[in-house]
């Protein structure tokens, strides 16, 4: 009875022997499995995230992590709760970066938000004082902030240059932006 309800609660077990074959290398149970999980990714993902583009990029990050990651699942736990919660954890990534966005200053943007000083809006004594603050911070932070914002390299790279983590990278990043907000900034901190 037990296994009744759980082949119910996932699908009568297909979607387990296709994710099986496709460890295993199965091509055309790899596309079955996708072509099912698809409206169930979809509908999280409408749920989650409002604008309709921006919840199809969360389906289709979740795809690609579930197709580099597709490993590492437990034969012995049910696919679509795994699935769902990928698809959960990319909309948050998705929303969470959406917010950011809007609440960063860009870092070409910072002279914009100085003080209206006539020798700061020519961009000229914003731009030199702007690199003397980033020689000020920390050299991981510096790095990071060189690598991540200004040379816009993405962050694995900019973590494989560095020497950091690719967590290392975005936090070492998130806390220079922060310090130059407060040296160039100083009310707006």
Request: net charge positive.
């Amino acid at each position: 009875m037990a296994g009744t309800t759980m082949r119910a609660a996932t699908g009568d077990g297909r979607w387990e022997e296709w994710m099986l074959a496709a460890q295993a290398g199965d091509a055309r149970a790899y596309d079955r499995l996708l072509r099912a999980a698809l409206p169930l990714l979809r509908g999280i993902a409408g749920r989650r995230i409002a604008d309709a583009a921006e919840a199809e990029d969360a389906v289709q990050d979740t795809l690609l992590t579930l197709h580099r990651i597709r490993h590492s699942w437990d034969p012995t736990r049910p696919v679509r709760p795994w699935l769902a919660t990928l698809c959960e954890r990319r909309c948050i990534d998705r929303l969470r970066r959406a917010q950011a966005l809007r609440r960063a200053v860009p870092l070409r943007d910072l002279s914009e938000h100085a003080t209206a000083e006539p020798a700061r809006a020519t961009g000229e004594l914003a731009a030199a004082e702007l690199r003397r603050a980033i020689a000020t911070l920390p050299r991981a932070q510096r790095d990071a902030l060189t690598l991540a914002k200004l040379a816009e390299l993405p962050v694995a790279e900019a973590a494989a240059r560095s020497g950091l983590t690719p967590g290392s990278v975005k936090v070492a990043t998130h806390r220079a932006i922060r310090s130059l907000r407060r040296i160039l900034l100083p009310r707006a901190a």
